[in-house]
């Protein structure tokens, strides 16, 4: 089941498009669900999928310190969207059954080909995070929302 359109329209990489260009982003989604307790991500292994919450809340951690929280609407995993050897720095576990969308860097890559909007969004977040993490204190982490 792909996602629903007002979830997309809500995820930043996606705001700009038009209804119609929204539905053909959703067809290449998957549908997931996590358990409470299981990880979506684990910090140190590869990753080439990005994540929208639909529902439940999740947890971010790095080097097993809670840095943040997710719930519906939020997204994560962007880097491996464009890096296929990204290494995940942080790990993102259910705090309760988690509903998800997700797409593969595989399955997404033509969606970059098509729509240069949602390419130029992507480098706009990734610069972001990059700035994010010149002004942290723990530098190993530039991707914290990355998972």
Known sequence: MAPPIELLRHVPLF??????????VAEA???R???TGDAITEQGTAGTSF????GGHATVTVR???VGTLGPGDAFGEVGLVDREHIRSATVRANTDLHVFSVTFWDFEPLLDAY??????????LAARLRDADNRDDPINPDLGDG
């Open 15 to 24: 705001s700009d498009l038009r209804k119609a260009d929204l539905e053909r």
């Open 29 to 31: 989604f998957t549908e």
């Open 33 to 35: 669900t996590f358990g």
């Open 51 to 54: 994540f929208i919450v639909a």
């Open 64 to 66: 097993d310190r809670p």
């Open 116 to 125: 240069p909007s949602i390419a130029r969004r992507l480098l706009e977040l």
